[in-house]
């Protein structure tokens, strides 16, 4: 089945610093989403992505579309405390149905 | 407006058990997903409802499976409940309409299940 690879599976930063993850996968997906989660509550969705090479960002997240469909990375700038959980890359295909297909997540650990 | 509401937060069941989880999308929403998280496994697709008819399934076994009504409420049973069968449980609402802005899927808070 399709599976996302993500990493890293986590870091340990200090605040300020900036972040960046990644996900590839072996197949194409039409969609990227990025999410974060924090200890006992929902994925919260940062920042969505509709076209191949396309950049967005959301106040200090900025996010890419690989251009071969098959990649997308997050980065966070100038990290606060509040960036700590974890973060999921996912990807949706084509197809009408909302079928999400996740990365295994990053944990981000920020020292103060 | 509100976002998506899963009740009950919490849960604990006995193993043989059957118990049903309940989802209320976003006003407007017609798409309910429901997903299964684990450490162990992550968060795996267990499938979808839109305007009452299952669109899309995982792979889970048959235990699992779900309803949605015409107000796109959604419900998930899971029957004879099993030890594995402990994790979090979340469901994603969208318009479910083509993949552009403004059809993301927005998650609840959802239900942590746990089997003894």
């Known amino acids: 089945g399709q599976q996302l690879n993500q990493s890293p599976q986590s870091m340990f930063i200090q605040e300020g610093e900036d972040v960046s993850m990644n996900c590839t996968s072996s197949?194409?997906?039409?969609?990227w989403l990025w999410y974060k989660q924090d200890p006992g509550e929902g994925p919260v969705l940062l920042i969505a992505?509709?076209?191949?090479?396309e950049l967005t960002s959301n106040g200090r997240l900025t996010a890419q579309f690989g251009t071969t469909r098959k990649d997308s990375f997050l980065n966070i700038s100038a990290s606060i405390p509040s960036d700590v959980g974890i973060y999921f890359c996912?990807?949706?295909?084509?197809?009408?149905?909302?079928?999400?297909?996740f990365g295994q997540g990053t944990r981000l650990t920020i020292n103060p | 407006k509100a976002g998506v509401t899963q009740t009950p937060r919490y849960l604990i069941k006995t193993r043989g058990q059957q118990v049903t989880l309940s989802c209320s999308p976003i006003?407007?929403?017609?798409?309910v997903s429901w997903y299964q998280q684990t450490p162990g496994q992550g968060l795996q697709f267990l499938f979808e409802?839109?305007?009452?008819?299952?669109?899309n399934k995982g792979n889970f076994p048959g235990r699992f499976s779900g309803r949605q009504f015409s107000n796109s409420r959604s419900e998930m049973n899971v029957s004879t409940l099993e030890l594995g069968d402990s994790a979090l449980y979340l469901c994603?609402?969208?318009?479910?309409?083509?993949?552009?802005?403004?059809?993301?899927?927005?998650f609840g808070q959802g239900t942590r299940l746990t089997v003894v």
């Open positions: 994603a609402s969208s318009t479910g309409q083509g993949m552009r802005r403004g059809t993301e899927a927005f």
């Open positions: 006003s407007g929403h017609r798409s």
């Open positions: 409802y839109f305007s009452e008819t299952q669109r």
């Open positions: 197949s194409i997906f039409n969609t």
């Open positions: 996912a990807g949706q295909v084509m197809g009408g149905a909302q079928k999400l297909v």
């Open positions: 992505l509709y076209k191949a090479g």
